[in-house]
Every structure is written in structure tokens, then in C-alpha cells.
């Protein structure tokens, strides 16, 4: 995975175009959470330094279906990109054309200035090439530092890099690669994956991919009760995807082929119905009193024993709550999870924005060695899958 980066290029007196993820929560201008801006700061912060002309930043926010919504306008993510970096961010109310390259093209040397939302145009995920050489007029050099967006073939992440003289990775996006790559090549043992969410169905290319590489897997949420319906366990009216019972089946039995250890939980909480303040009871998984009640949270005995799992492990990924964590009656397993993955010595990565709402809710961001700011990507990572956006970068 080793890849051309920002250091590796010459930025000096060069149009520096930057594509980032601030796909941040936006609501009435409000930015709810500006972890992703953040995250991008050092890269920003590098080029500047490294005497760029001009710094572009390129994002595209929420799902706008190919047309401008003053609602997921990038014109707030302007105004506070400024104020952490302490410096004016120039606003351009397009991402291509005259008035793109006008703003651009006289910025004073030293200037950031930041596009409007890429997805304003249908071309931007088409990875349309005459709207990528829109954007590569606007540069000099490429840098792609959104981890978060190069699961996908758009535009501004693969088609543009065929179109620019230089191109490399952010550094939030090697650091991503990094921890990520090294990972999967070569973990330090034990290695222990914590899967949880709603479906199977999203995580069987990870599953799949962890088997011949990890020491222990631990599974909850939701989709652990696919895997009790197709071992013939009560299920009440919990969350089950039948077309993938066989699949269950078959993750099972190739685990049991390796000698992984591979856990599932053994108690939980459930209720005859998903809100709070609902009356909740808590029972081993074999107990046929489930009803016609549904499971939403890993019971006290799982997270012991997740608990025990997790301890003296050296490498760990999580991706995926143990329950329905919005609601405090079912976050209790995934807190737990949280503090018990905070605790361990070794190195910690997080994915999935659920996790991470739970690493913050549980007070222990701060003792995560990584959390990894693309949820989809680095589950397509953790799957074995190409990302498109890395691919088409430069070796190093």
C-alpha cells in the first residue's frame, strides 16, 4: 500500500488541489460534529507550509442527486475551516468553470479557498471525465486526503488523478493506509475483530476476509441473530436476514475449519418493542421466553466474556454496536465494548460512525490508537476490496 504522498511532491508557487472529506452533520448551517475537518488540518497545514500558491479544498456533502441544495451548501464548512485554521478560507459558489478558476486563479499566494459541494453536479459520482478536467484545471498538483470517500469511482477522487502533472496521498490518508494495511499484512498477535450492526449482509466480505487472519471473533448487534436462526435458536422477532442463513452457516463452519475462536453472544436484552421505556428483560439466547419479544443489546455474560476475549489482545478492530445504542437501555453492551477495547494494551482501530459514537459516549476516544474516519471505505478495506481512489495513486 505504499503510496506517493504529500511529502513527496513539489508544492512550491503550485495550485494545490485537495480533495478532503468534510461530510460533516449539517443541520440549519449548524455543523453538528467538525471531526473530519480536523482531521484534514495537518495536511492543509502542510502544503501551506510547503510554500503552496493556492490551496483548493474539494468535498462533496450529503446526497444532493446531482443538483444545488442551499441546505448542504459547504459554505458553513468555509467559515469554520477558517477559524481552525486561523486564516481566511475563500467561498466559490461552484466547484468548475469561469467563476471557480477566476477565484483560483487571483487568490493571493498563501490563500485557501474551499469549492461548493462537488455532488451539486450528477458528473461528480458518474466519474465523468470532462467534469474531472474541470476540476484538474483548477491545479497544479493533486493530493487526495479523504479516506472517507475513496471507496468510490467519482470524479474528483479517480478520474482527476489521470488528468493532473502530480498526485499523491493526504496525510490522513496514508495514515488510514497505515494503520489499516499494517493491519491486515502484519498485526501483532492476538488479533481480535469486534463485528457488530444490523446486517449480516454488509459484513460478510469482512468476515470472510478476517477468517484466515484474525485470532478471535467476536459478533453482536443485530446480525448475530441471523447466526442463532440458522444454528436453530429462538429468534423471537428480532432482526434476521433469511437469504443469508446459509452464508451464517457457512462462516461458522470455516471458522470451526480454522480453530478460530468465534463468538457470539450468550445472553441479551429484549423487548416487545424497539423504544425506550419499554419494560426489558434479560435471558440467555437458548431461552424460548424470547416470545414474540426482539433481542437489542449483548447481555452482562457476553460482555464478560467479550471482556476476557479482548484482554492480553495486541491487535484490535471494531466496527458495528452490540445493540440498539441510540437508545440507553440498549447501549449498555456496546459502552462496555468501548471500555474494554480502551483498555487493551496493544493497537486499537475503530471504524463505523456507530463505534465512534460509542468510543465518545463511553469517554474513551482519547485511548483509541486510531479511529478511522471512512466507515464504508474501511469496512471495503477490511473486506480485501480495491478502493478505487488509492488504486489509481502513484506508487511511492
Known amino acids: ?162 488528468l493532473v502533472p502530480e498526485a499523491g496521498a493526504g496525510l490522513l490518508m496514508e495514515k488510514e493506509l497505515r494503520y489499516l494495511g499494517e493491519t491486515l499484512a502484519n498485526p501483532a498477535r492476538p488479533f481480535v475483530a469486534v463485528l457488530g450492526g444490523a446486517k449480516v449482509s454488509d459484513k460478510i466480505e469482512v468476515i470472510e476476509n478476517l477468517i484466515p487472519r484474525v485470532d478471535r471473533l467476536l459478533i453482536g448487534g443485530a446480525m448475530a441473530y441471523t447466526f442463532f436462526k440458522a444454528t436453530g435458536k429462538p429468534v423471537g422477532k428480532s432482526l434476521v436476514e433469511e437469504d443469508k442463513l446459509d452464508s451464517a452457516r457457512d462462516i461458522i463452519a470455516r471458522a470451526q475449519q480454522r480453530g478460530l475462536q468465534l463468538l457470539l453472544p450468550s445472553d441479551h436484552v429484549v423487548a416487545a418493542k424497539l423504544e425506550a421505556g419499554v419494560p426489558t428483560e434479560t435471558i440467555g439466547v437458548d431461552d424460548p421466553a424470547i416470545g414474540e419479544r426482539m433481542g437489542l443489546d449483548i447481555g452482562p455474560q457476553t460482555v464478560s466474556a467479550y471482556r476476557q476475549a479482548l484482554s492480553g489482545a495486541q491487535t484490535v478492530v471494531w466496527n458495528g454496536p452490540m445493540g440498539v445504542f441510540e437508545i440507553d437501555a440498549f447501549a449498555q453492551g456496546t459502552i462496555a465494548v468501548a471500555r474494554a477495547v480502551a483498555d487493551v494494551k496493544g493497537t486499537t482501530i475503530i471504524g463505523g460512525g456507530d463505534s465512534i459514537a460509542a468510543i465518545k459516549k463511553a469517554g474513551v476516544a482519547d485511548r483509541i490508537t486510531h479511529i478511522s474516519t471512512g466507515g464504508g471505505a474501511s469496512l471495503e478495506f477490511l473486506g480485501g476490496r480495491t478502493l478505487p481512489g488509492v488504486a489509481v495513486l502513484p506508487d511511492a
Open 1 to 162: 500500500m505504499a503510496k506517493r504522498t504529500i511529502r513527496d511532491l513539489n508544492l512550491r508557487d503550485r495550485r494545490v488541489f485537495i480533495r478532503v472529506d468534510f461530510n460533516v452533520p449539517l443541520k440549519n448551517g449548524v455543523i453538528g460534529d467538525d471531526t473530519r475537518i480536523r482531521e484534514s488540518l495537518p495536511t492543509i497545514e502542510y502544503a501551506l507550509n510547503a510554500g503552496a500558491r493556492v490551496v483548493i479544498l474539494a468535498s462533496h456533502l450529503g446526497r444532493p442527486k446531482g443538483k444545488p441544495n442551499p441546505e448542504i451548501s459547504l459554505r458553513p464548512v468555509a467559515t469554520r475551516t477558517g477559524e481552525l485554521l486561523k486564516r481566511s478560507v475563500a467561498f466559490v459558489d461552484d466547484c468548475i468553470g469561469p467563476a471557480a478558476e477566476s477565484v483560483v486563479n487571483n487568490a493571493s499566494s498563501g490563500s485557501v479557498v474551499l469549492l461548493e459541494n462537488l455532488r451539486f453536479h450528477p458528473e461528480e459520482e458518474k466519474n465523468d471525465a470532462t467534469f474531472a478536467k474541470g476540476l484538474a484545471a483548477l491545479a497544479d498538483v493533486y493530493v487526495n486526503d479523504a479516506f472517507g470517500a475513496a471507496h468510490r469511482a467519482h470524479a474528483s477522487v479517480e478520474a482527476i488523478v489521470r
